[in-house]
């Protein structure tokens, strides 16, 4: 069965400052890879996903991620935070079956300072 | 394009009571799927339905929880007795085949 950990519960990043956000998979084959986020109030939004291919994907908002077989990660990243990144991120994982859910990790939720 | 739609956004019951939620998802989606999120934590899949047949359901507390999809469009997520622990959001999704997911914006439950 499919896992995800997100080691990070809470991070503060300062305004400006690059972000990592961390997720760990576990699943036989090649997965494929997501990251949402969620806001205070509101559902989940898509910031990017992995299905095969370029392990290094592009997302919304200036997003992210990195799949690295070897390290069973698809780690989120931006270069300059915006105030308006403090939200809930959530990695997700699912196995290449047409049909099957995602497994979502906890989650981490990213707090901005000015 | 219309989005996933859910109702009611939020619901207070008492414990014991019964609450429905309903969901009305992307046209043309064939699946769809109810998500458990509980406060601090990740969202988790209580049901997932293929056009109108139960895909998944092993995490659904069937002693308490019934959902079904009518004519493989709408479905209706029921809790009937509520217990206090099921205080939470309920998350209604939608997908083709293997396609990413496509969320509501929930159902808030609050059971005193």
């Known amino acids: 069965a499919q896992s995800v950990t997100q080691p990070d519960i809470h991070i503060t990043v300062s305004e400006g400052a690059s972000l990592e956000l961390r997720c760990n998979y576990s699943?036989?084959?090649?997965?494929?890879l997501f990251w949402y986020v969620q806001s205070p109030g509101q559902g989940l939004q898509l910031l990017l996903k992995?299905?095969?291919?370029?392990?290094l994907v592009q997302g919304i908002k200036g997003f992210e991620a990195e799949f690295k077989r070897s390290q069973s990660s698809f780690n989120l990243r931006k270069p300059s935070v915006h105030w308006s990144d403090a939200a809930e991120y959530f990695c997700?994982?699912?196995?290449?079956?047409?049909?099957?859910?995602?497994?979502f990790g906890k989650g981490t939720t990213l707090s901005v300072s000015s | 394009e219309a989005g996933v739609a859910q109702s009611p956004r939020y619901k207070i019951i008492e414990k014991r009571q019964s609450v429905a939620f309903w969901c009305n998802p992307i046209?043309?989606?064939?699946?769809l799927y109810w998500y458990q999120q509980i406060l601090g934590q990740g969202p988790k899949l209580l049901i997932q339905?293929?056009?109108?047949?139960?895909?998944?359901d092993s995490q659904l507390p069937k002693d308490r929880f019934s959902a079904e999809r009518l004519k493989g469009v709408d479905s209706t997520l029921k809790i009937q007795p509520a217990k206090l622990e099921d205080s939470a959001v309920y998350l209604c999704?939608?997908?083709?085949?293997?396609?990413?997911?496509?969320f509501g914006e929930g159902s808030r439950l609050t059971v005193l």
């Open positions: 046209s043309g989606h064939a699946t």
């Open positions: 992995y299905f095969s291919g370029d392990t």
């Open positions: 999704a939608s997908s083709l085949g293997f396609g990413e997911l496509f």
């Open positions: 699943y036989g084959a090649t997965p494929y």
């Open positions: 997700a994982v699912r196995a290449n079956q047409a049909g099957t859910a995602l497994i």
């Open positions: 339905f293929q056009n109108n047949g139960v895909v998944d």
